[in-house]
């Protein structure tokens, strides 16, 4: 909850809402995660506006709020920074590490704002698979900027079914001009790490191992 000066109050009070969605899509999950809102500043902006949008705010289960960067709670080798800037496919979520969502509300699309802040840090990054597992429809202006609590939806649905084709939906519905791409069409490797196989093959060989 950082990125205070570089929204308008517009744009924090609509963070503040997607702070509360998020909220209560994890209240709802039967796997719910441990949720941090760091940098958290005591009635600053988006402290007054989290207030102000969402009823019981200051009680939420499941959520602590710290004014302390991320970085002062936890170490710095455990965090991934989630960026739709960054080089790397997140393909798998592991218990021990810390998955950090900037919260950032920008009408304008800043780019490489979370990116540069992760690479000041030399943070690990990586950003949700869209481009793998999905495709824009044909002839559509859809495009793939995601809410915060969007983000975090599809994070919970993968923790749920380890599958990113039933989780990036969640966030990427039709309606915003996004499909599935075709298993035929993704890379072997990541076939197998879906638990996809086609006829012919063990699941426990070597992939591209054929059995009798």
Same mark, same amino acid.
């Given at each position: ?9 517009? @744009?924090?009070?609509? %963070? ?9 899509? +994890?209240k709802l999950s039967a796997c719910p995660f441990h949720v941090y809102l760091t940098s958290l500043v005591q009635d600053g902006t %988006? ?9 019981g705010f200051q009680n939420f289960i499941g959520v602590e709020r710290t004014s302390k960067h991320f970085l002062e709670v936890f ?7 989630? &960026?739709?800037?960054?080089? +790397? ?18 009408? *304008?699309?800043?780019? +490489? ?39 975090? @939806? ?6 749920? *079914? ?6 990036? #939906?969640?966030? %990427?519905? @039709? ?9 035929? *069409?993704? #890379? #072997? ?21 054929? *059995? &009798?």
């Amino acid at each position: 909850m950082s990125f205070g000066e570089k929204m308008t109050q517009k @744009e924090a009070s609509r %963070l503040a809402g997607q702070v509360g969605r998020v909220h209560g899509a +994890n209240k709802l999950s039967a796997c719910p995660f441990h949720v941090y809102l760091t940098s958290l500043v005591q009635d600053g902006t %988006l402290h007054r506006e989290c207030v102000r949008r969402n009823d019981g705010f200051q009680n939420f289960i499941g959520v602590e709020r710290t004014s302390k960067h991320f970085l002062e709670v936890f170490e710095k080798e455990d965090v991934v920074y989630l &960026s739709p800037d960054s080089p +790397n496919d997140l393909l798998q979520l592991h218990d021990k590490k810390v998955y950090v969502i900037g919260g950032l509300v920008d009408e *304008t699309v800043q780019k +490489n704002v979370t990116i540069t802040q992760a690479k000041e840090k030399s943070l690990h990054t990586a950003k949700l698979p869209i481009d793998l597992f999905m495709q824009r429809q044909p002839g559509s202006k859809g495009n793939k900027i995601l809410t915060v609590n969007q983000v975090f @939806e599809i994070l919970l649905k993968f923790y749920m *079914t380890r599958d990113w084709r039933a989780a990036l #939906p969640v966030g %990427l519905p @039709e309606r915003k001009s996004f499909i599935l791409k075709p298993d035929n *069409t993704l #890379p #072997p490797d990541v076939l197998k790490q879906q638990g996809v196989f086609p006829p012919g093959f063990d699941r426990d060989s070597d992939w591209g191992e054929e *059995t &009798s």
